[in-house]
């Protein structure tokens, strides 16, 4: 079981970047999945999450209206879409699902906003 997060880069305050999580080992649609985040010197926080079930999204209000959480079941992947991005966005973001008594963590990719 793996997840493979990507897409963060380097962008201008207000600009866009779409991230990646890619599952393999599993079928991705039967779990829900959250995007997380770590800036330097902070605690991880929870981004957003979708549902397995409806496909339901939530989101931190720090990110409400900015992040769009989606999946492409026939990709067996979880995108999510951030625009408006800040420089308080900078952070790594990882991907995870929990299952079988088991939390599985995808490598993060690294999203840096610049001002």
């Known amino acids: 079981v793996q997840l493979q997060a990507s897409g963060g880069g380097l962008v201008q305050t207000g600009g866009s970047l779409g991230l990646s999580c890619v599952a393999s080992g599993f079928t991705l649609d039967n779990y829900a999945i959250g995007w997380f985040r770590q800036a330097p010197g902070k605690e991880r926080e929870g981004v957003s999450c979708?549902?397995?079930?409806?496909?339901?999204?939530y989101y931190a209000e720090s990110v409400k209206g900015r992040f769009v959480v989606f999946r492409d079941n026939a990709k067996n992947t979880v995108y999510l879409q951030m625009t408006s991005l800040k420089p308080d966005d900078t952070a790594v973001y990882s991907c995870n699902t929990y299952f079988g008594g088991t939390s599985y963590w995808g490598q993060g990719t690294q999203v840096t906003v610049s001002s």
């Open positions: 979708i549902s397995a079930s409806d496909g339901r999204a």
